[in-house]
């Protein structure tokens, strides 16, 4: 009887703490589910899933993020991120997506007024494009992002300083 005693209060301890946490939308491309396809297709969390991770859901408790990683129906990762990751995963997402919208946009130039390169236009059919996207590509979007995060903090610490402020 004494063993189930603590097991009962680590069971409503962790039912109060999921009932105050809620699910967080990393950005309207992805929702708040994020599959398996989306997780490749925007390299999402490379660090901390791997390929047996079916879906992850990110919960927000005020400050805290949590990256719930479900395969198979049971939960495999429980891992507490910050939210500097949340944002550098957001932005990386929104960078992704505004790649994939502009490669798939019908090109807007007037091949009437060039008549001899409407032969070209009419063989390049951008809607059936497969994106490659290689590792370098993904290191160079992580690389980006880290450094526009560090570029703003670096004004925002520059202009604190003008201002008398010591950090």
Wanted: charged fraction near 30%.
């Amino acid at each position: 009887m004494n063993r189930t005693l603590p097991l009962i209060i680590l069971t409503l301890c962790s039912l109060t703490l999921s009932a105050q946490s809620q699910v967080y939308e990393l950005h309207p491309a992805v929702g708040d589910t994020i599959d398996k396809v989306e997780i490749r297709k925007y390299f999402l969390f490379s660090d901390y899933l791997g390929d047996s991770i079916d879906y992850v859901i990110i919960r927000q408790n005020k400050d805290l993020f949590t990256l719930e990683g479900i395969s198979g129906g049971t939960e495999t990762i429980n891992i507490q991120i910050s939210e500097d990751e949340i944002l550098l995963q957001k932005e990386q997402v929104e960078k992704l997506s505004s790649y994939f919208n502009a490669v798939l946009e019908k090109d807007s130039a007037n091949f009437e007024a060039f008549p001899h390169k409407a032969s070209v236009a009419d063989s390049v059919n951008i809607s059936n494009f497969d994106l490659n996207i290689t590792p370098e590509f993904i290191k160079s979007v992580k690389k980006d992002m880290r450094r526009k995060y560090w570029e703003e903090k670096r004004k925002e610490i520059d202009s604190n300083r003008k201002k008398g402020m010591i950090f």
